[in-house]
């Protein structure tokens, strides 16, 4: 194994949180693998300025909502080939609306990606590290897992389940030495933040006691600290990156 080049598997890494934890893995040493659902170009753009560091990194196609791809891609990818060192579920999307009409297709889909698809990735993931009697594993959650949020019931379920996930995998797996936490970011900067009005932050900022929002670069490091061995006795835990927005 050791001369199997060390690598970081990122889902959803072509732009936000993803790609800002791509790029600080790649700044690490790691070789890193990124995957994308639809953004192709931007996927590719993470990978080649990963490269124009001085890091490696490839970008793949992969949709975490398909079982079998996913099992796929940890075989002709991933098995034998490289030395996973560390997985980031970080791959999402939302489909928000109040409870009484949700649809049914979107709380399966919601459900399905950010749930289902997190643990195939991570059961492919614990088949390869067991293996290897090593590696780090960090499931991106929200704080909506923790606290709810209106409108969003598929999604906070999704995410507090992800959150029982860790748990049970962290106690599962720490005899092989395989670490398992999660990330749980607040309120994140980002262009759809950026275009509110200035009353509507004002009222998110409002929740916030550090009374700023959050960057993708918060998340990052957070996420950087628990691949690294600066964690290696760290197993099973939410590190909530909030501002302090629920405690």
């Not at 996973?84 to 970080?90: D, P, Q, R, T």
Request: charged content about 20%.
């Amino acid at each position: 194994m050791s001369e199997l080049t060390p690598t970081a598997l990122v889902t959803g890494g072509s732009r936000g949180i993803g790609r800002a934890i791509a790029m600080a893995l790649g700044e690490q040493g790691l070789q890193v693998y990124l995957t994308y659902a639809s953004k192709a170009a931007e996927a590719e753009a993470v990978a080649a300025e990963i490269i124009a560091k001085g890091g490696q990194a490839k970008a793949f196609a992969l949709n975490v909502g398909n079982a079998d791809a996913i099992a796929a891609f940890f075989q002709n990818e991933i098995k034998d080939k490289v030395l996973l060192s560390a997985l980031v579920n970080n791959a999402g999307i939302t489909k928000d609306g109040f409870m009484l009409r949700m649809k049914d297709e979107d709380w399966d889909s919601v459900l399905g990606v950010n749930l289902r698809g997190p643990f195939i990735c991570l059961r492919e993931a614990a088949k390869i590290m067991t293996r290897q009697r090593c590696g780090r594993i960090v499931n991106i959650v929200s704080v909506v897992g923790q606290m709810g949020n209106a409108g969003q019931a598929n999604y906070s379920a999704a995410k507090a389940g992800l959150i029982g996930l860790t748990k049970a995998a962290a106690k599962e797996l720490a005899a092989r030495n395989i670490t398992v936490n999660a990330v749980a970011p607040g309120f994140i900067s980002t262009d759809m933040t950026d275009a509110l009005g200035e009353d509507v932050q004002a009222q998110y900022l409002a929740q916030i006691p550090l009374k700023r929002f959050g960057t993708v670069q918060d998340i990052a490091d957070a996420v950087t600290f628990l691949v690294s061995d600066k964690a290696g006795y760290i197993t099973g835990q939410v590190l909530s990156v909030n501002g302090g927005m629920y405690c």
